[in-house]
C-alpha cells in the first residue's frame, strides 16, 4: 500500500500526480454517468513561474508550487473531490456531483485566494493562476477529452491575459 501510495503521490506538493488522474479519472467519469451528477474538472496552470524561478531561484518556485497546492487542497471538499498535479506547473482539480456554476465558484475563489498569496517575507513575490473549467452533465466524455476540454480553456485564458477563468 505504501508502494502504491508513492507511485501515485507528487514528491514535491504530496498530492496526487498524472498518474492518479490517468487511473481515477475514468472511474469518477463513469460514477457521474451512472448516477447522473454531474462532473466539474478545473485545470489550472501558474502564470510567470519562469520568471519567478528565473529571477528568484527555483527554491521560491518550488514554495509557489506548496504554496498554491496549500489553497486549492483547502478549497475542495476532501471526502469528494480531488487535486493532482498534472506536470511542471500544471495542477488538476476534479470536483465530482459539481455544476458548472458551483464549480467557476470554487474556481473564483482559489483565483482570488491564490492572488492574495506572498510567497516569502523576505521577498515579496506574488503570482497568479489562469484556470480552465468544464463540466460533464449530459454528454459523456472520456478522460482524455475531459482534460483536453478544460486544458484548451485554461489556454484560452492565457491568452485572454490571465490572471483568470474561462
Not at 53 to 63: E, S
Not at 65 to 70: A, D, G, K, L, M
Not at 75 to 80: K, L, P, S, V
Amino acid at each position: 500500500k505504501e508502494l502504491n501510495e508513492r507511485v501515485i503521490t507528487d514528491e514535491l506538493t504530496g498530492i496526487y500526480n498524472r498518474r492518479y488522474i490517468d487511473e481515477r479519472l475514468p472511474s469518477d467519469i463513469v460514477r457521474s454517468i451512472i448516477e447522473k451528477k454531474p462532473l466539474s474538472v478545473i485545470f489550472l496552470d501558474i502564470d510567470n513561474l519562469k520568471e519567478i524561478n528565473d529571477r528568484y531561484g527555483h527554491l521560491y518556485g518550488d514554495r509557489t508550487i506548496q504554496n498554491i497546492v496549500s489553497v486549492l487542497s483547502q478549497h475542495i471538499q476532501a471526502e469528494n473531490d480531488w487535486v493532482a498535479r498534472y506536470g511542471g506547473d500544471e495542477f488538476f482539480v476534479c470536483l465530482n456531483n459539481t455544476p458548472v456554476q458551483a464549480a467557476r465558484q470554487i474556481a473564483e475563489i482559489i483565483r482570488l485566494k491564490i492572488q492574495e498569496l506572498l510567497i516569502s517575507n523576505d521577498k515579496e513575490i506574488s503570482t497568479s493562476v489562469s484556470m480552465g473549467v468544464h463540466t460533464m452533465d449530459d454528454a459523456p466524455l472520456t478522460a482524455q477529452e475531459l482534460i483536453t476540454k478544460a486544458d484548451e480553456k485554461m489556454y484560452q485564458a492565457k491568452q485572454q491575459g490571465k490572471n483568470r477563468i474561462v
